[in-house]
Nanobody, 126 residues
Framework: QVQLVESGGGLVQVGGSLRLSCAAS????????LGWFRQAPGKEREFVAG????????SYADSVKGRFTVSRDNAKNTAYLQMNSLKPEDTAVYYC???????????????????WGQGTQVTVSS
């Protein structure tokens, strides 16, 4: 089992920045693909960014490309999401998720992720 705990959310003004962290326990994350998802009120949970376990390649939703950066520190068993130039439409609960990678390619499909954190609220005020 993998337990994931997000932190770093909060209230920020338009154009501001936040850094989310996702701390894992229970197992080493080194062989897990890690994804960040978000869910706004009344909307489906959507993929935001992710990083593979092999080679650390990254993937971003078009809506955040160039503004968000995903990273991981396997030694600290932690993943990060640096969010810059925040917009009101980025307001949502942000979740990190882990998917045992193995030989499978990285996926943005939320149903493929086995472990989820409880989420952290990000609110961007205009």
């Amino acid at each position: 089992q993998v337990q994931l705990v997000e932190s770093g959310g909060g209230l920020v003004q338009v154009g501001g920045s936040l850094r989310l962290s996702c701390a894992a326990s229970g197992r080493a994350l080194s062989m897990y693909d890690l994804g960040w998802f978000r869910q706004a009120p009344g909307k489906e949970r959507e993929f935001v960014a992710g990083i593979s376990w092999r080679g650390g390649s990254t993937s971003y939703a078009d809506s955040v490309k160039g503004r968000f950066t995903v990273s991981r520190d396997n030694a600290k068993n932690t993943a990060y999401l640096q969010m810059n130039s925040l917009k009101p439409e980025d307001t949502a609960v942000y979740y990190c998720a882990a998917n045992y990678g193995g030989l499978r390619p990285f996926t943005r499909t939320k149903s493929a992720y086995d472990y989820w954190g409880q989420g952290t609220q990000v609110t961007v005020s205009s």
